[in-house]
């Protein structure tokens, strides 16, 4: 089973800075198996970024995904006061099939 | 617009039974997979299995096999999570989810574009 550790596990910065938040996979991942999440207080998890750096729908441009193989990259660009949130990422496994999420980054504000 | 429509927060007593539903609309039930995620108060997400509609292929996470059955019925476009025997550690909010394709199609989803509002499952004595 593949264990996806986050870090860091609080993220604190004030609101125009940037943030990176590491995801790193206990063994290699295909990037197209690797997503990211981000959840607020009292609401469902909704999806930022698929295949390693595919946006999702309606997601600002100023969140962007990177990697490859054990290690990958969230990046808030300039943060927004709504942007203050926890943050997953999940890993797909097949055969048979596996999703793994990370234990989170939560990001405060500073 | 897709909508995954859970039903509503349920109070139960351990060794009670339960069944919680989520209805998918906007989209071809029977084509795309749903699954369950399971977040415990304060705590991350955790799969815990997941089933195509169309013919009821259901495959569970290890750590859930045996504990919770997954079914659906295409019919009415729901989904539904169960469990015979209710245990105060499965007080949790329980999220349904529309598994996506990045290359369009494949075996399994590789990850959740779609989730539900979720439903509250608290079980105390």
């Known amino acids: 089973e593949i264990v996806l550790t986050q870090s860091p596990g609080t993220l604190s910065l004030s609101p125009g800075e940037r943030a990176t938040l590491s995801c790193r996979a206990s063994q290699s991942v295909s990037s197209s198996y690797l997503a990211w999440y981000q959840q607020k207080p009292g609401q469902a998890p909704r999806l930022l970024i698929y295949g390693a750096s595919s946006r999702a729908t309606g997601i600002p441009d100023r969140f962007s995904g990177s990697g490859s193989g054990t290690d990958f990259t969230l990046t808030i660009s300039r943060l927004e006061p709504e942007d203050f949130a926890v943050y997953y990422c999940q890993q797909y496994g097949s055969s048979p099939p596996a999703y793994t999420f990370g234990q989170g980054t939560k990001l405060e504000i500073k | ?125």
């Open chain 2, 1 to 125: 617009e897709v909508q995954l429509v859970q039903s509503g927060a349920e109070v139960k007593k351990p060794g009670e039974s339960l069944k919680i539903s989520c209805k998918g609309s906007g989209y071809s039930f029977t084509s795309y997979w749903i699954g369950w995620v399971r977040q415990m108060p304060g705590k991350g997400l955790e799969w815990m299995g997941i089933i195509y509609p169309g013919d009821s292929d259901t495959r569970y996470s290890p750590s859930f096999q045996g504990q919770v059955t997954i079914s659906a019925d295409k019919s009415i476009s729901t989904a539904y999570l169960q469990w015979s025997s209710l245990k105060a550690s499965d007080t949790a909010m329980y999220y349904c989810v529309r598994g996506e394709y990045y290359y369009g199609s494949g075996s399994y989803p590789e990850y959740f574009q779609h989730w539900g509002q979720g439903t509250l499952v608290t079980v105390s004595s």
